[in-house]
């Protein structure tokens, strides 16, 4: 038979041990006649190409098509491609992903993730139904964070972040090198806050308990859910209180007194603030004064022996 004549094949052609090639540097060109497909290995492969960077896909039941390699839920974050091992049907990827953070190909086309599907996933190991074999190409496109992850910004490298043995309604903190558990306790102005969740989840600031401070001598009084306990003589100034501050001041002993301060005027309770302030107001011994700040400025004490 010549090499320049069309051979024709009416009832299928069988091909045993061997190849089919080209004796020249060809293509070989395989062209279904009208709406036909090409089927190869029980895969129906499209008619027609798909656009620039386009992917095929796989509807599980054999049929092909060129898609838009897309993010799903989430927006693609990277792609690495794992080194295959001939007759393996594991490879390693770079990092532990979740089996929905993730979009894997074979040799361009996706596969359906899962224990009876066509891979699995746990931890950094990816394992396919079937083993590879040398050649084949596999993709792994993150589509959202990884279980092993690093920030980059104000939280200045906050990395691969596993906290173990963490009671409840306690925070995680920076200490110079890694993210531990912490519990709240008094800052710098006395508050001492505790974080809990509400009903629905929502996060909300509970002030469990006044910050306690036995005290004698001359105390600048701070800011924030603050009692003082004057044990013996002492004196209070309101030189460092704030706006909105309030402050309970109990007289164990006597010879206890609040004074305003340099800049700030202090009244007692039912005064006119536009008269004469006090220079210093004398607590009776075994009873409670409370001191307000109504403004940067002047502050109001209230109680029943002042």
């Not at 004796?23 to 029980?42: E, N, R, Y």
């Not at 993010?71 to 693609?76: A, K, L, P, Y």
């Not at 039912?270 to 700040?293: F, K, L, P, R, Y």
Request: with cysteine.
């Amino acid at each position: 038979m010549a090499n320049d004549k069309d051979f024709k094949v009416k009832n299928g052609l069988v091909v045993g041990a061997g190849d089919i090639s080209s004796t020249t540097d060809t293509d070989i060109t395989v062209t279904p006649s009208g709406t036909g497909q090409l089927v190869l290995d029980g895969l129906n492969w499209p008619t027609t190409d798909g656009s620039a960077n386009q992917v095929l896909k796989t509807d599980g039941s054999g049929q092909l098509s060129f898609v838009t390699q897309s993010g799903g839920s989430g927006s693609i974050q990277s792609e690495e491609f794992p080194t295959v091992t001939n007759g393996s049907a594991n490879v390693t990827m770079s990092q532990s992903y979740a089996l929905t953070h993730i979009e894997v190909y074979l040799n361009g086309v996706k596969l359906r993730g899962g224990a009876s599907n066509d891979y699995d996933v746990s931890g950094t190991t990816l394992t396919f139904s079937e083993n590879l074999q040398s050649g084949d190409v596999v993709c792994v496109v993150s589509l959202e964070s990884a279980s092993t992850f690093t920030i980059s910004g104000t939280f200045a490298n906050l990395t691969d972040t596993s906290v173990s043995s963490q009671a409840t309604n306690t925070l995680i903190k920076y200490n110079g090198s890694a993210y531990v558990p912490t519990s709240l306790s008094e800052d710098s102005s006395g508050n001492v806050t505790s974080l809990v969740a509400g009903d629905s989840g929502n996060v909300s600031v509970d002030i469990r308990k006044a910050n306690v401070r036995t005290t004698t001598g001359t105390v600048n009084l701070v800011g924030g859910a603050s009692l003082y306990n004057a044990g013996a003589a002492a004196t209070y100034s309101c030189a460092d209180l704030n706006k909105g501050d309030i402050v309970t001041v109990y007289a164990a002993a006597a010879s206890v007194a609040v004074v305003p301060g340099a800049s700030t005027s202090l009244f007692k309770d039912g005064n006119d603030i536009t008269g004469t302030s006090e220079t210093s107001v004398a607590i009776g011994q075994h009873t409670i004064a409370t001191i307000t700040m109504i403004s940067d400025t002047v502050a109001i004490i209230t109680g029943s022996a002042i």
